[in-house]
């Protein structure tokens, strides 16, 4: 029996057969390929797709956000700048020419009303005080020697020894004498008066707030252009502002409304104050209205200062508010587009009161019923269809 040979298929491990060459480098270029299709198809698709949207959109109303036309509330505070002034003050002048002779007070000090100031010296004026005394004295005895006359010739009319017309000449000299008396007398007390303002006093209890003369000056009387003042006198026991409020708040302003002032120094503090006065009528330059504010003098506030007064303000009509970002400036004037129920736009010219900052007052040409429309376009005009944003409702 003869042996077996060994399996050779069995005990020989297979090789596969060898792959053909190029396949796998195909398959490598084919997905190179389809990346770069998908490279160059995909952002033209969404180019196109992008196309079509906007030219969806084109066709649709624009999109715009619209908020309510609201009141503002009837308490209003008002803000305006003003300078404080004294209660009272005075510059003080010369009522005749003259040399200073003494001064009695100093810059700063505190007189109290017809306390002597100052004194000027008038030899001039003295003298003609004296001349005037003595025509007088000369037309007074002038008087009595005319008086005597026409006495005595009016005797001598009645027993004949003079004629009638002589007895009423010497009447009328007489007459005449009496009037030069008069003339004379007015004189005198002119002189003596205006002689009197070689004293200068203080009008008023105050403070010397300016000392413009020093003793032996010579000041001029009057108070032209280019005449200095002897002194400037101030009451600040009491200060006072003025300010400008605009027309559109003129009718709400009245004697005994409160106020605040704050100055710059300051701000955190309040100082209370009243309107007291106003002018009754509206500067035509400016259009406002000029209101006095007064306040004590407790807090050593001084005149002069920069202030900022508070008015604390009562509106029975409290006008309207919109955004500022709603106003457009177009060739009518301010106006407000306004969208109805239908979603269609209408163009308001309104009439503006005060620049709140972000909010501007309405005074004319909107309610309370409209919304308008915020940052509007140039495109958008009177009759033009809109869409409201979202979460917004037109009326």
């Known amino acids: 029996m003869k042996p077996q040979a060994p399996d050779t298929n069995e005990t020989e491990p297979r090789v596969p057969p060898p792959a053909k060459p190029g396949r796998g480098w195909a398959w490598g270029l084919g997905a190179a390929l389809l990346v770069l299709l998908s490279l160059g198809v995909a952002p033209r698709l969404e180019r196109e797709r992008a ?25 209003a505070e008002l803000t305006l700048p003003g300078t404080v002034l004294p209660i ?18 100093e810059l700063g000090d505190k007189v109290r009303a017809g306390q002597l100031l100052a004194e000027i ?20 005895r002038n008087l009595e020697f005319a008086q005597a006359s026409a006495e ?12 009638h017309e002589a ?24 002189l003596e008066a205006l002689y009197a303002y070689r004293r200068v006093v203080a009008p008023f209890e105050g403070l010397i707030v300016r000392r413009n003369v020093d003793p032996g000056a010579l000041v001029t009387a009057g108070s032209a252009t280019g005449v200095t003042s002897l002194f400037e006198m101030a009451q600040t026991h009491a200060l006072k502002v003025y300010v400008d409020v605009p027309q559109s708040l003129a009718s709400d302003i009245h004697p005994g409304l409160e106020a605040r002032i704050t100055t710059l120094d300051a701000p955190a503090r309040a100082l209370p104050g009243r309107v007291v006065r106003t002018s009754g009528v509206l500067d ?25 007064v508070r008015l604390l303000i009562e509106r029975d009509v409290p006008p309207l508010l919109v955004p500022a970002s709603a106003l457009a400036a177009r060739r009518e004037g301010m106006t407000l587009l ?58």
Not at 53 to 75: D, F, G, H, M
Not at 121 to 140: I, S, V
Not at 152 to 163: I, K
């Open 88 to 105: 009272q003050k005075a510059s003080l002048h010369a009522r005749i020419s003259g040399f200073v002779g003494r001064i009695h007070v």
């Open 338 to 395: 306004v969208v109805d129920a239908a979603n269609a736009v209408q163009q308001r010219v309104v009439v503006l009161g005060r620049d709140l900052g972000s909010q501007v007052e309405v005074l004319e040409g909107v309610s309370e019923a409209d919304r308008v429309v915020l940052s509007p376009p140039d495109t958008l005009g009177e009759g033009s269809v809109v869409r409201v944003a979202q979460g917004q409702a037109a009326l």
């Open 152 to 163: 005595r010739n009016q005797t001598l009319a009645r027993e004949g020894n003079v004629s």
């Open 284 to 308: 035509p330059g400016t259009r406002t209205l000029l209101t006095e504010v007064q306040l004590t003098n407790e807090h050593g506030l001084f005149a002069g200062a920069f202030v900022r």
């Open 167 to 190: 007895s009423e000449e010497a009447r009328a000299r007489a007459n005449s004498a009496e009037a030069a008396l008069k003339g004379a007398k007015a004189e005198v007390e002119r």
């Open 51 to 75: 196309l079509d949207r906007r030219a969806e959109e084109s066709r649709q109303p624009p999109l715009v956000a619209t908020v309510p036309v609201r009141r503002a509330t009837s308490k």
């Open 121 to 140: 010296e008038a030899p001039e004026l003295q003298a003609e005080c004296k001349r005037a005394r003595a025509r007088l004295d000369e037309t007074e």
